[in-house]
C-alpha cells in the first residue's frame, strides 16, 4: 500500500537464534530507517541510511546489525536477542530533499523473542 | 534539541462529534510537522504535513491541523468523527536544517469513536 514492504510480518525466536529482518521500498527513495515500537514508549529510531550510507546509529546494542546494499534493500540481522527485545519493528523510507521528507512506513515484522 | 508532546494518551469521542488530539513541539529555527495514523497491526501511515503557508493544512480523511507559532502547537481536527477513524495517531517534528528527514515522534493518543 505505502511502497514498502516488510518480510516476515511475524517472527517468533529463542534467545540463541539468528534471523533476519528484510524491508523493501519501491519508491525511488534515498533514506531508508528501522525503528522499534514497544508498548507504552515512543517510537525509538534504530538506524538511518542515507544512499546506502549508515549515518545513525541511536545507541542500539550490537546485537542489532544493520545491512544496506543498495538504497531500495535494508536488513537488520537479529542474534542473540533478549525478550525485551520483543516488539514490532517498522521500516521506513523518505526522499531527503528539503521540505518534502515524510516518511513511508512499511506495515512491521512483529518480533517475539523467548 | 527537537521534541514533540502529544498530552493525552486518549480520546474519547462520539461518532459525528469533532475530534480534538492535540500537538506541541519544540524546535529550533522554523520546523516541519507532521500526523500519522497507525492501526492495529499496521505500519503509519502519513495524514497531513505543515512545512510553510497556510496555517490550516487538509490531509488525507477529512482530516486537518492548524499550526500556530505562538502556541507552538499542530493540533490535528476532524468535523465529524467516524468509528473507523479509531486508531493510534503520532504526531512528529523535523528540524528544518535536518538533511537526513530525520523525525522526533510523540508518544501517540490513542483514540476511539463510538457508535
Known amino acids: 500500500e505505502t511502497g514498502v514492504t516488510q518480510t516476515p510480518r511475524h517472527l517468533v525466536m529463542g534467545m540463541t537464534n539468528k534471523k533476519s529482518l528484510k524491508c523493501e521500498q519501491h519508491?525511488?527513495?534515498?533514506?531508508m530507517y528501522w525503528y522499534k515500537q514497544s508498548a507504552k514508549k515512543p517510537l525509538e529510531l534504530m538506524f538511518v541510511y542515507n544512499f546506502k550510507e549508515q549515518t545513525e546509529n541511536n545507541s542500539v546494542p550490537s546485537r542489532f546489525s544493520p545491512e544496506c546494499p543498495n538504497s531500495s534493500h535494508l536488513f537488520l540481522h537479529l542474534h542473540t536477542l533478549q525478550p525485551e527485545d520483543s516488539a514490532l519493528y517498522l521500516c521506513a523510507s523518505s526522499q531527503t530533499r528539503e521540505g518534502l521528507s515524510e516518511q513511508f512506513f512499511g506495515p512491521g515484522t512483529r518480533l517475539t523473542v523467548l | 534539541a527537537q521534541s514533540v508532546a502529544q498530552p493525552e494518551d486518549q480520546v474519547n469521542v462520539a461518532e459525528g462529534n469533532p475530534l480534538t488530539v492535540k500537538c506541541t513541539y519544540s524546535v529550533s529555527g522554523n520546523p516541519y510537522l507532521f500526523w500519522y495514523v497507525q492501526y492495529p497491526n499496521r505500519g503509519l501511515q502519513f495524514l497531513l504535513k505543515y512545512i510553510t503557508g497556510d496555517n490550516l493544512v487538509k490531509g488525507s480523511y477529512g482530516f486537518e491541523a492548524e499550526f500556530n507559532k505562538s502556541q507552538t502547537s499542530f493540533h490535528l481536527k476532524k468535523p465529524s468523527a467516524l468509528v473507523s477513524d479509531s486508531a493510534l495517531y503520532f504526531c512528529a517534528v523535523r528540524d528544518r536544517y535536518s538533511t537526513l528527514g530525520r523525525l522526533y515522534f510523540g508518544r501517540g493518543t490513542q483514540l476511539t469513536v463510538w457508535p
Open positions: 519508491l525511488g527513495h534515498n533514506a
